[in-house]
C-alpha cells in the first residue's frame, strides 16, 4: 500500500501554502451578526505558530491529547494545526453533546487541555471539562477561569522552523457519534488524513480555487476530510457559517464550488422550496424547456448553491428520490460512503452516478463481501485502532486486514456499491425473516411531508414505519381538511413503496408522532442519524394501541385528532 509522501503531508502542505500562498485568503469567519473577518495562510499560520508554541512551553510529553470543544469557526482549524506543530494529538468533540459525554469523552481521552468556543449550551463546558483540564478559549467565546486566544498568541513569539511528523504518526482520536452506544475513540494517522483527502480532489479534479462553507459537525470525519483536510492538501479556501440563523447568508456569501450536506438537510432543503412551489407546480413548471432553465437557476441561487460544481451526501443514506430531484435542477449531488474507522472510501466517478450507490472504492482501497453480506474494506486510510481498547480493535478486523465495516452491501459489476443497511439494525419479523430498515425509510422519506422516519417491527407479524413530519407539513395539520390529506397522501406513498418490496418487509402502518427529534432529547446523533434503539424503547408504549385501531396511519396522543374523530365532528 502506497505511502504519503513527505510533501504531501497536512503539516507540509501548510508550511509550502504559507510561502506559496501568503498572500491568499484561507479562512473566512463572520461574527456578530454581520461581521466578517479573513486571515489569508500567512496570517493564519502565524497564530498557529504562536500557539504551538505556547502549547510546546507546557513540556507535556510528545502525543499528548489536546482537545477542541466548539462550533465550526477559523480558530478550531488554527488550533488543530497549533497542536499538530507542537507533536501533540488533536481531539474534536462534538459542540451539541451532553455534558457527561463530553466529560467521558475528555477522560477517556486523558486531554491535558482543551480549546473552547462556541457550544449549544454553557453547561456542556462547566459541567463537561474536568478540574485541572487546561482551558483557552476562542474570542467567540470568552469565559471565566480560561485562558484568552488572542492573549496567548499576542505573548508568544512564532514556533520556529517546520516541525514534521511521520507518516505514521498519530494525528488525531476522533470519537464516534454514539449511534450505538458509548462513543469509541478511532486513531487516525497522518498519513490517513492526507490520501483520504487526496482521492476525492484526483476523482473529481478538484483545484486550490474551490470555496467551501464549512457547518457541518469538524468533530465528524465527513467534514474533517472533506473541509479541513482537503483545503490544507489543495491550499483551498474555507468560510464558516456563524449560526442557523445566518446559514443563509453564510451560504451566499460564500457561494461554494464543493458543498457538503447530510441527507436530512437536502430534504430540508427541498421542503423548503416545496412551501413556496408547491410539487405539482415546481413539476409543470420543469417541463417547459425555456421556463425549466430560468426556474432551475433561480432555485440554486436562493439556495445559494448556484455556484457549487459539486455537491456531496454522506454520514447516513441518501433517498435515491431526493438525489434524482437535486440533479434535475442541475446541481452535481453525488452520495459517498465511508466510516470513521476507513475514513472516505467510495465516492462515483464523474458520469457515473446512480441513485441508490455510492460509488466504487477510491484509489488504495480494497473491498470484498464477507459473510452475511458485510463489507470488508483493507487500506492504508483505515484506523490505527480503537483508543485503550486493543480487544475491540481486533475484533474489527479480519485475520487478514479487513475493517469490518458492518454494513450489509451488493457489488454490482461495474464495482459500485449499494448499502443495504447495518447488520446490527436488521431485525426478524414473526415470520421468521429479516427485515433492513434503511432502504424502507429512504423510501418512505421520498415523501416530501416526511422529515424523518424509524422502521421498527422486531417480533411483530409486520413492520410499521414511525414518521416525523416537516414543519410545513404539520402547520397543513391545524384544520380537519389537512389532516385527511397528509393521511391520505402518506397511505398512497406506503402503498406505492409496499408494492416494491417482498411480502415480509410490506409496512403494515404509518404512526406520526409528535417529536421533535433532536440531538438534545437524544434522538438524533450530533451527524443526524437516528438512534434507532432510543426511538424504539420511546414508542413502546403505544405499539399495541396502533396495531389496535387497524388503520393504515395512526398518530401519536396530541399530535392531532385521527381522521375517524375529525369526520365524527
Given at each position: 500500500m502506497r505511502t504519503s509522501t513527505e510533501y504531501d503531508l497536512p503539516l507540509a502542505c501548510i508550511f509550502r501554502w504559507e510561502r506559496e500562498r501568503a498572500d491568499r485568503v484561507f479562512l473566512t469567519q463572520p461574527f456578530d451578526g454581520g461581521k466578517v473577518r479573513d486571515w489569508t495562510w500567512a496570517q493564519a499560520v502565524d497564530e498557529a505558530r504562536r500557539m504551538a508554541a505556547w502549547l510546546k512551553?507546557?513540556?507535556?510529553?510528545?502525543?499528548?491529547?489536546?482537545?477542541?470543544?466548539?462550533?465550526?469557526?477559523?480558530?478550531?482549524?488554527?488550533?488543530?494545526?497549533?497542536?499538530?506543530?507542537?507533536?501533540?494529538?488533536?481531539?474534536?468533540?462534538?459542540?451539541?453533546?451532553?455534558?457527561?459525554?463530553?466529560?467521558?469523552?475528555?477522560?477517556?481521552?486523558?486531554?491535558?487541555?482543551?480549546?473552547?468556543?462556541?457550544?449549544?449550551?454553557?453547561?456542556?463546558?462547566?459541567?463537561?471539562?474536568?478540574?485541572?483540564?487546561v482551558s483557552i478559549c476562542f474570542p467567540t467565546a470568552a469565559?471565566?477561569?480560561?485562558?484568552?486566544?488572542?492573549?496567548?498568541?499576542?505573548?508568544?513569539?512564532?514556533?520556529?522552523?517546520?516541525?514534521?511528523?511521520?507518516?505514521?504518526?498519530?494525528?488525531?482520536?476522533?470519537?464516534?457519534?454514539?449511534?450505538?452506544g458509548t462513543p469509541k475513540g478511532v486513531?487516525?494517522?497522518?498519513?490517513?488524513?492526507?490520501?483520504?483527502?487526496?482521492?476525492?480532489?484526483?476523482?473529481?479534479?478538484?483545484?486550490?480555487?474551490?470555496?467551501?462553507?464549512?457547518?457541518?459537525?469538524?468533530?465528524?470525519?465527513?467534514?474533517?476530510?472533506?473541509?479541513?483536510?482537503?483545503?490544507?492538501?489543495?491550499?483551498?479556501?474555507?468560510?464558516f457559517a456563524e449560526s442557523l440563523e445566518t446559514f443563509v447568508t453564510d451560504l451566499q456569501r460564500a457561494r461554494p464550488t464543493l458543498?457538503?450536506?447530510?441527507?436530512?438537510?437536502?430534504?430540508?432543503?427541498?421542503?423548503a422550496v416545496h412551501a413556496k412551489i408547491p410539487k405539482p407546480r415546481l413539476d409543470a413548471l420543469l417541463?417547459?424547456?425555456?421556463?425549466?432553465?430560468?426556474?432551475?437557476?433561480?432555485?440554486?441561487?436562493?439556495?445559494?448553491?448556484?455556484?457549487?460544481?459539486?455537491?456531496?451526501?454522506?454520514?447516513?443514506?441518501?433517498?435515491?428520490e431526493l438525489l434524482k430531484w437535486f440533479r434535475r435542477l442541475g446541481l452535481d449531488l453525488v452520495e459517498g460512503y465511508g466510516m470513521t474507522e476507513t475514513t472516505v472510501t467510495h465516492l462515483p466517478r464523474p458520469g457515473t452516478v446512480r441513485p441508490g450507490y455510492v460509488g466504487n472504492a477510491v484509489p488504495g482501497v480494497e473491498q470484498k463481501v464477507g459473510a452475511n453480506g458485510e463489507l470488508l474494506i483493507r487500506s492504508s486510510m483505515n484506523m490505527v485502532g480503537y483508543y485503550k481498547?486493543?480487544?475491540?480493535?481486533?475484533?474489527?478486523?479480519?485475520?487478514?486486514?479487513?475493517?469490518?465495516?458492518?454494513?450489509?452491501?451488493?457489488?454490482?459489476?461495474?464495482?459500485?456499491?449499494?448499502?443495504?443497511?447495518?447488520?446490527?439494525?436488521?431485525?426478524?419479523?414473526?415470520?421468521?425473516?429479516?427485515v433492513a430498515p434503511a432502504p424502507i425509510e429512504a423510501k418512505l422519506?421520498?415523501?416530501?411531508?416526511?422529515?424523518?422516519?424509524?422502521?421498527?417491527?422486531?417480533?411483530?407479524?409486520?413492520?410499521?414505519?414511525?414518521?416525523?413530519?416537516?414543519?410545513?407539513?404539520r402547520k397543513q395539520c391545524a384544520g380537519a381538511m389537512g389532516v385527511n390529506a397528509i393521511e391520505e397522501s402518506l397511505w398512497a406513498q406506503m402503498e406505492e413503496v409496499n408494492a416494491q418490496l417482498d411480502p415480509h418487509e410490506r409496512v403494515a402502518f404509518l404512526a406520526i408522532v409528535e417529536g421533535p427529534w433532536t440531538i438534545h432529547n437524544g434522538l438524533i446523533t450530533p451527524t443526524m442519524k437516528i438512534k434507532r434503539a432510543v426511538l424504539e424503547d420511546r414508542y413502546q408504549g403505544f405499539i399495541d394501541q396502533w396495531r389496535s385501531q387497524e388503520r393504515p396511519v395512526v398518530w401519536e396522543a396530541g399530535v392531532a385528532k385521527p381522521r375517524q374523530q375529525v369526520l365524527q365532528g
Open positions: 512551553a507546557q513540556n507535556w510529553e510528545p502525543g499528548t491529547r489536546v482537545a477542541i470543544l466548539s462550533k465550526n469557526c477559523a480558530w478550531w482549524i488554527m488550533a488543530d494545526m497549533a497542536i499538530w506543530m507542537a507533536g501533540y494529538v488533536s481531539v474534536p468533540v462534538y459542540f451539541s453533546l451532553r455534558p457527561h459525554t463530553v466529560r467521558q469523552i475528555l477522560e477517556h481521552s486523558g486531554a491535558k487541555a482543551c480549546f473552547l468556543g462556541v457550544t449549544e449550551e454553557e453547561e456542556m463546558v462547566s459541567l463537561g471539562v474536568p478540574a485541572g483540564t469565559r471565566e477561569n480560561c485562558l484568552a486566544w488572542d492573549d496567548l498568541v499576542a505573548a508568544t513569539p512564532p514556533l520556529a522552523g517546520n516541525p514534521e511528523r511521520a507518516d505514521d504518526d498519530l494525528a488525531t482520536i476522533i470519537y464516534t457519534s454514539g449511534t450505538t486513531m487516525q494517522t497522518f498519513g490517513a488524513l492526507s490520501r483520504d483527502a487526496q482521492a476525492p480532489a484526483r476523482v473529481f479534479g478538484l483545484t486550490a480555487e474551490q470555496r467551501i462553507l464549512s457547518y457541518l459537525p469538524l468533530a465528524h470525519i465527513v467534514e474533517r476530510i472533506g473541509v479541513e483536510a482537503l483545503s490544507i492538501a489543495l491550499g483551498s479556501r474555507i468560510f458543498f457538503l450536506s447530510v441527507p436530512r438537510l437536502m430534504l430540508k432543503f427541498q421542503q417541463r417547459i424547456p425555456i421556463v425549466s432553465r430560468i426556474v432551475k437557476k433561480k432555485i440554486l441561487r436562493q439556495l445559494g448553491l448556484d455556484t457549487a460544481t459539486l455537491a456531496a451526501c454522506g454520514a447516513a443514506p441518501l433517498p435515491p481498547d486493543p480487544q475491540g480493535t481486533r475484533d474489527s478486523f479480519t485475520e487478514d486486514g479487513f475493517f469490518r465495516t458492518g454494513d450489509v452491501v451488493e457489488i454490482a459489476a461495474d464495482g459500485q456499491i449499494r448499502i443495504i443497511g447495518r447488520i446490527k439494525e436488521q431485525f426478524k419479523t414473526s415470520k421468521g425473516k429479516y422519506m421520498a415523501h416530501s411531508s416526511v422529515e424523518a422516519c424509524c422502521l421498527m417491527g422486531a417480533g411483530m407479524p409486520s413492520p410499521f414505519a414511525v414518521v416525523l413530519l416537516s414543519e410545513d407539513a
